[in-house]
Structures are given as C-alpha cells and as structure tokens.
C-alpha cells in the first residue's frame, strides 16, 4: 500500500511539475519510504488523499536565491549577517505578520508570511555555511515533531483513545512534549527543569503566563481568585514599602505584574491578548483626540490637561456609541 502510494504521489508531482513557468521540468524522485522511518511512512498515506499538495517548485527556488545571495559575489549585506545580527529581524517579523492577521489583511498577510519565511530560509543558510545544518535539517525536524505530537492523526488510534476536541489535544501534546523533555534530559544526563522549555526571549507577560501556568499544573497554585488577589495586594504593599526610582521598587513592581498575570489566568483570561487589546484600543482613542484637537487648530501637545481630558472623554463616549 504505501509503494503504491509513493508512485501514485511521484506521477501526481510530475503532472504538477510540467508547467512551472510554461515550461517541462523533470519531476522530482520519490524514494520509497523506509518501513523504519514514520515520516515517510505518514507521507505515503498522506499522498493518497485527493487533493494532497504535491511538489512546491517556489520554495526550492527561494533555498536557491538565498544560497546565490551568501555567495562571495552576492550581496555584501546578506554574506556578513549572523543569526546574532538578525535575531531582531526574526521577532520584527513575526509581529508584523501578526498584526496583518489581527487586520484581517489577507494581503498583507501574505506578504508578511513571505518575509517571515526569509528569515527561516537565511538562519538555515547561515548555518549551512557554518556546516551545522541546513534548511532540509529544520524541515525535517519539523515533520518528525508534527507526526510525534500527533498520535491521534498518524499513530495507533486505538491506543491514544478518542479524541474530539481541542482541548484533548492539547493534554496529548503536554503528555508528548513532558516526554521530550524526559528524552532530551536523558540525552545531556541532567533532568529537566519543569520550565526548561520555556523560552527566555519570550515576551514577558507572554512568558509570565506559560512558566505560572507549568507551575499550577504542577501544583504550585493558589485555590481561587480571591487568593491571587490578596497576593496582588501584598505586592502592591512591598512595592510602595521600597524608595521610589531604587533597584528594590522596580523589582518589586515586576512581582505585582507577575501576580496580576496569574489573575488573568485563572480568570482563563489571555493577559497578552488583553493588554494587547487595550493597547489597540488606546491608539484609537489617541486617534481620534488628535482629530478633534486639530479640527480646532491645535496640537495634542499644546492643549491643557482638562482639555486633552475632555477630548478623551468624547472620543471614548462616541467609541462607546459607535
């Protein structure tokens, strides 16, 4: 069945790959999947599905381009770049993606995947130079990890149990990603950490809400809200206790965020997306003062405290209303 289904893909890749800019292209060998590797032994089932994507002769063009821009006579900008150079490149990216989704700007969108996907292409380019690993690398991983954390799709069924609803989901991939963390602990002879994972460049209200979600689930958690509350009470306390501009009251005010986090989650409330929510919403406040201040002649800035609180008053009044 699955040789079948490698050449049944294999024709279905040559059909596709017979018109890339009008004109033949040999069509790209399909191995047969070894009975030992499950990636392969997924894609062959995969391909047998009507409608399964087939060859993706862009991609390998973009591997192409990025390879031709490191060379010694390509672009004097992309041969110096490191992964350190860039890193901010990468984070830049992927908000601006985020941003044309929260749009709903399909266009943009594309476009920000696109340059999403240049700085996956140029890591794994850079790297390739160094000799660590290359683009066929990362792709790799990424299939063995999506087929590992899918046992419910590509693995015994019967075995996972059923499984409807996202949140099922998301136990089975806690179960799985504890499981690397055993492996990947076994590996360096160290045992994990509980919050290992968890990535240090992380946002921080993004990284407050996973690393005191691991620890709840751990059992290091409060019984109900009423107890995180009192907690933000007591650090409001110690960050007033401390002299204004010190060390001491800077730390102790991350404390009081730390526990209006935990607030939010057991709320079940999202904080990033909350404050991420009021931001935007600042903005279109902020927006609108402007306006109203220079139908009148005037800057924002040359306007008086109760001026500037009375345009902020109208402009939340007709967003209310709106």
């Not at 040789?3 to 790959?17: M, S």
């Not at 919403?281 to 306007?303: C, I, N, T, V």
């Not at 008086?304 to 402009?315: F, P």
Request: glycine share 6%.
């Amino acid at each position: 069945m699955a040789d079948e289904a490698v050449t049944a893909g294999a024709n279905k890749d040559a059909r596709q790959a017979a018109s890339v800019d009008g004109t033949s292209r040999a069509p790209v060998p399909v191995e047969t999947p070894a009975a030992t590797d499950p990636v392969a032994l997924v894609d062959a089932q995969i391909r047998e599905r009507p409608g399964a994507p087939g060859t993706h002769p862009e991609f390998d063009r973009l591997v192409r381009i990025m390879w031709r821009l490191r060379q010694p006579d390509g672009c004097p900008w992309d041969k110096v770049q490191t992964h350190e150079s860039i890193t901010k490149n990468m984070v830049e990216e992927a908000y601006e993606a985020v941003e044309a989704i929260r749009d709903a700007d399909d266009v943009h969108l594309c476009e920000e995947l696109g340059d999403v996907l240049e700085q996956v292409a140029l890591h794994a380019q850079i790297a390739a130079d160094e000799g660590s690993f290359d683009v066929d690398d990362v792709v790799r991983g990424l299939n063995e990890k999506l087929v590992r954390r899918h046992p419910h799709v590509f693995g015994n069924a019967a075995a996972v149990g059923a499984v409807d609803t996202a949140g099922q989901v998301l136990d089975i991939w806690d179960k799985v990603k504890q499981s690397e963390r055993e492996a990947a602990g076994e590996s360096s002879g160290r045992e994990p950490g509980l919050l290992d994972s968890v990535p240090r460049s992380l946002p921080a209200l993004m990284q407050a809400q996973k690393i005191s979600k691991r620890a709840a689930k751990a059992g290091f958690e409060w019984d109900t809200v009423a107890d995180v509350w009192q907690k933000v009470a007591e650090e409001r306390g110690e960050f007033e206790a401390e002299e204004p501009g010190s060390q001491a009251r800077a730390e102790e005010f991350g404390d009081l965020l730390f526990a209006l986090v935990n607030v939010a989650r057991k709320e079940g409330i999202d904080a990033e997306e909350a404050l991420a929510a009021s931001n935007a919403k600042f903005r279109r406040r902020w927006s609108a003062m402007e306006e109203a201040a220079r139908a009148q002649g005037h800057e924002p800035a040359d306007l008086s405290r109760e001026d500037l609180e009375d345009l902020w008053a109208r402009a939340k009044a007709e967003e209310t209303q709106g």
